[in-house]
């Protein structure tokens, strides 16, 4: 035998083929990890993909749209759903004329309006001088916030539901409110009526005006709204 023929490798043997390579085959799965005791511990779980987040509608919101609609269309003949009166916007506003002696009370009044309403206020500044009253041009003298969409539905249900009949000796709001605009206003007097508000952790009882702007044409059509959606007017 010349040393050319010598067979190469431990696998080759005299008069017997070269084994096949072994058939491919899964990936083996990760091995659990072992903690520090020795103990296996389970892998983490793959993330999972979520999916987008389901809004919540406000419940007046779905009232309006399931009751209200339907009703105001029957008694007033609307031809499209866009005719029926609708609520815009609410707007919240506190005078401030203490703020000239108190700066603290635009702080207060701040977080008192953010309480209320879970939104941030503005201020509002004095468009000109008044020499009596000792305001200057640029003075803070109001804090306000105009609340819309969800946030407002959810304000005015809380109004209507839970804080007006907290009003001592409450007879139900003034008729006296709406302008020619179909736009109402009415006064809170205690800002404390509101159960979000813990009255040992105010400086003053407070007040303050609540206008609840609509798309009605007209003071009938604004007030048929309002009343469907819950507002308590007095019957005097």
């Given at each position: 035998m010349q040393g050319n023929d010598r067979p190469v490798g431990k696998a080759a043997g005299k008069g017997q083929p070269r084994a096949s390579a072994p058939p491919a085959t899964a990936p083996a799965q990760r091995p659990a990890r072992e903690g520090r005791k020795g103990k296996a511990q389970p892998a983490p779980a793959e993330p999972q993909a979520k999916g987008p987040a389901v809004r919540r509608v406000p419940r007046l919101l779905e009232r309006y749209r399931t009751q209200v609609v339907p009703t105001l269309q029957g008694e007033f003949?609307?031809?499209n759903v866009m005719e029926v009166p609708r609520l815009k916007k609410v707007v919240l506003n506190v005078g401030l004329g203490e703020a000239v002696q108190e700066a603290k009370a635009v702080e207060a009044v701040t977080k008192?309006?953010?309480?209320i309403s879970g939104q941030k206020p503005v201020t509002t500044k004095a468009r000109r001088s008044v020499a009596g009253f000792k305001i200057?041009?640029?003075m803070?003298?109001?804090v306000m916030?105009?609340?819309r969409s969800h946030r407002m539905y959810d304000f005015v249900d809380r109004l209507v539901n839970a804080a007006l009949p907290r009003v001592r000796d409450f007879h139900g709001v003034p008729l006296e409110g709406f302008d020619g605009g179909g736009n109402y206003s009415l006064g809170v007097r205690e800002q404390v009526v509101f159960p979000e508000i813990e009255y040992g952790q105010i400086d003053k009882?407070?007040?303050f005006q609540v206008t609840l702007v609509t798309?009605?044409?007209?003071?009938q059509e604004a007030q048929r709204l309002l009343q469907l959606l819950g507002m308590p007017f007095s019957r005097n």
């Open positions: 003949g609307y031809r008192m309006l953010a309480t200057r041009l640029g803070t003298i109001g916030v105009t609340l009882v407070r007040g798309s009605a044409r007209t003071r």
